[in-house]
């Protein structure tokens, strides 16, 4: 059933805007203000306006309610971390409204957003409206459904659909009740937010903004309510996900199942899979061989985060299988510039020294282990040659060249070394 209906209200002005309308609840001559940290890399923010500071070491994914400030032209100064410089720093005319302002994006590439919250007609009476921001970097254009509970949306057209990142619809009316709310990849049935039902109150407005943790698909939303004070919450995805990378010496192709369901089939030596959805939460990870099917070779139970991505890369062999499990950021990288890690997944090499163009990025890379991200500057549109270059660790000795590697600037990327002494391979994968 589709949800959606017209409601004529005031068309949205995302950015600097002067609003001649009365603050929901507050005075005429004053405005008020709620901010919402979406920054999935700073742990906390600070908002000043000119030499005030309004907000101080607000967390991720937490929002402040409304709070009074002066109207006029306001210098916006964003801090993250607790750093003495600014990620945002901007002068916006604020008018006799009510506000919400989101920061949003990795800190490199920081934005911000202020929304009027004021000066809307309510919804008919028996309905409620939504207005879907999209703040969630790197996933792209997306879908918002609100379904009763359990609805198949295989068949149902989305609430708001293909909302850009950066972007906000208009508001849309819903009849109301109690909601499940899903988002998905923008034209697709692809699930890449899900929560418990929700309810929502007659005649409310509410802001629901999609903001990412890191993932390269998934999201979590914030449910904003316009109302007397700004109340609302993050309601957290109840979907994680993983991928998974045989550098195994298992001679034959890998079976993965979760839970005792088969999930990933005929994983081949050097095969990485594509990031596969499942509930969040603790699981069990049964692995077996494809020529000996119904004899575990590894299990491992482990807890996928809620809207976040991991990699479970198998290594070892079929008597002593292991699996070396990380965290994966996708954030997007800072413009015209490319992330890359390395893992020692090769049970051969104690350490190595990783050398990047010649220039030693990591040192001393265990067996097991991965790097910490490096950033690197790569062409955005043909990509950018890169040699990559591993030693055995406090030494000149090689161990593996890997010329001619083409790195993409905006994207993320993995390099596994595996394989034994005699022939160690490096498969190079684009995560994001």
């Keep these: 059933m589709n949800l959606r209906r017209a409601i004529i209200l005031p068309v949205l002005v995302s950015f600097a805007l002067a609003l001649a309308a009365c603050g929901h609840g507050g005075g005429s001559s004053n405005a008020r203000i709620r901010v919402l940290n979406a920054i999935p890399d700073a742990p906390s923010i600070s908002l000043t306006l000119d030499t005030t500071q309004v907000v ?3 967390g991720f994914e937490q929002a402040t309610q409304y709070t009074g ?3 006029g032209s306001r210098e916006f100064k964003v801090s993250a971390n607790g750093g003495a410089s600014n990620v945002i720093d901007t002068t916006l005319n604020v008018s006799g ?3 919400t302002y989101i920061v949003y994006g990795p800190v490199s590439a920081a934005l911000a957003t202020l929304y009027v919250d004021s000066g809307f007609n309510k919804p008919n009476s028996g309905n409620f409206a939504v207005r879907f921001i999209n703040d969630a970097a790197g996933v792209g254009n997306v879908d918002l459904y609100l379904t009763a509970p359990g609805v198949d949306i295989t068949t149902t057209s989305a609430t708001v659909p293909n909302v850009g990142y950066g972007a906000a619809s208009a508001f849309t009316s819903v ?3 109690t909601y499940e709310l899903r988002v998905t990849a923008a034209n697709t049935k692809q699930v890449v937010f899900d929560t418990g039902a929700v309810a929502f109150s007659d005649q ?3 802001n629901i903004v999609a903001m990412t943790k890191g993932s390269a698909q998934l999201v979590d939303l914030a449910v904003l309510n316009i109302d007397d004070n700004g109340t609302g919450s993050v309601k957290q995805n109840l979907l994680g996900e993983f991928k998974v990378v045989n550098a195994s010496s298992v001679p034959s192709p890998l079976n993965v199942s979760v839970d005792g369901a088969l999930t990933l089939s005929n994983v081949p030596y050097t095969g990485v899979s594509n990031y596969t959805i499942t ?4 699981h069990t990870f ?3 061989s494809t020529a000996t099917p119904g004899s575990n070779l590894l299990t491992v139970v482990d807890t996928l985060n809620s809207a976040t991505d991991q990699s479970l890369v198998l290594t070892g062999a079929a008597g002593g299988l292991s699996a070396v499990i990380l965290n994966d950021n996708n954030l997007p990288p800072a413009v015209g510039h490319a992330r890359i890690r390395f893992v020692n997944s090769s049970a051969e090499f104690p350490a190595l020294d990783v050398y990047v163009n010649f220039a030693k990025e990591v040192s001393n890379l265990a067996i097991g282990s991965s790097s910490g991200y490096v950033d690197v500057t790569a062409d955005t549109t043909i990509g950018t040659s890169f040699e990559f270059d591993f030693n055995t660790a406090g030494t000149v000795n090689p161990v593996l060249k890997v010329p001619n590697v083409t790195i993409i600037g905006g994207h993320t990327y993995t390099v596994y070394v595996m394989g034994p002494a005699a022939s160690p391979v490096a498969v190079t994968t684009k995560d994001d």
């Design 56 to 58: 101080n070491n607000l």
């Design 69 to 71: 400030i002066d109207t």
């Design 97 to 99: 409204s009510d506000y």
């Design 175 to 177: 009849p109301d009740g």
């Design 204 to 206: 409310q407005l509410y």
């Design 279 to 282: 509930t969040a939460g603790q």
């Design 286 to 288: 049964t692995v077996q």
